[in-house]
């Protein structure tokens, strides 16, 4: 519908390398220039019983995933690189995600999800966003946290 000129945009999650490897199109906009830092692909989800029973297996996740995203945040265009080598894409067909700065979640972030959800009646009361994330085994934070 694109090609066609049915339509003049069109959105979707990630980028579809059929779609690129024909070309003709082209990236208006993404999440980052929407939403800037309270966006960020950051957060990974578990259950309460898991981080209980293996709080050091979490802590070692979440570092580990911190540690790399702050990479990518800092080394963009290598990442891309990699990606695309990995994938075995153009270069310029990857699109790097921003990650929030040392995978610290901020609670904003949270609210404007809890928001959407309640607009589009996902979710029928308001939640308190606390409720529903943490930063506690993440180490960056709590550096932060004790100066």
Known sequence: ?????????????????????RGGVRVLFDDYDVWKTV???????????FIKKNPEAVRGFVNAITRANNWINANREEAKKIQAKRTGVKPEQVQVLYYAPDGII???????WIDIMLDYGEIKEPIDPKLVFTNEFNRFYN?????
């Not at 966006?39 to 019983?49: F, I, K, M, N, S």
């Not at 901020?106 to 404007?112: L, W």
């Not at 550096?143 to 100066?147: D, V």
């Open 1 to 21: 519908a694109l090609r066609t000129g049915e339509i003049d945009v069109a959105s979707w999650h990630g980028r579809p390398q059929d779609v690129f490897d």
């Open 39 to 49: 966006g960020g692909a950051t957060p990974y989800y578990t259950r309460e019983d």
């Open 106 to 112: 901020k609670e904003d972030s949270i609210q404007q």
């Open 143 to 147: 550096e932060k946290s004790e100066k």
